[in-house]
């Protein structure tokens, strides 16, 4: 059975960090697109980072908003995916979604169910 599980969100004050977690069952994450979307309360959801297996090493990604603060990383022996959140501002206040994509056929796309970060003094 193919699951995505989030978490390690919570509640940090301005400038805090926060790491959380995608672990993935039913799936390898060494052969899947994944990345980490946010949705604030009355907004899209957004995309965040990418991380993405090419033939010389793993390539990254990130929205202008997250550039230089956020790290998308993966550990494939245990098949999870980070986001690792540093100098967080009050709008990064969001559910942190994780989503994988499959990199050749069959294309599928998996979403995980989601974990609050909140941004708050």
């Known amino acids: 059975q193919v699951q995505l599980v989030e978490s390690g969100g919570g509640l940090v004050q301005p400038g805090g960090s926060l790491r959380l977690s995608c672990a993935a069952s039913?799936?390898?994450?060494?052969?899947?697109?994944m990345r980490w979307y946010r949705q604030a309360p009355g907004k899209e959801r957004e995309w965040v980072a990418t991380?993405?297996?090419?033939?010389?090493?793993?390539?990254?990604n990130y929205a202008d908003s997250v550039k230089g603060r956020f790290t998308i990383s993966r550990d494939n022996p245990k098949n999870t995916v980070y986001l690792q959140m540093s100098s967080l501002k009050p709008e990064d206040t969001a559910v942190y979604y994780c989503?994988?994509?499959?990199?050749?056929?069959?294309?599928?796309?998996?979403w995980g169910q989601g974990t609050q970060v909140t941004v708050s003094s």
């Open positions: 989503r994988a994509n499959s990199q050749a056929s069959p294309y599928r796309t998996y």
């Open positions: 991380i993405t297996s090419t033939s010389t090493g793993d390539s990254t």
């Open positions: 039913g799936f390898t994450v060494a052969t899947y697109r």
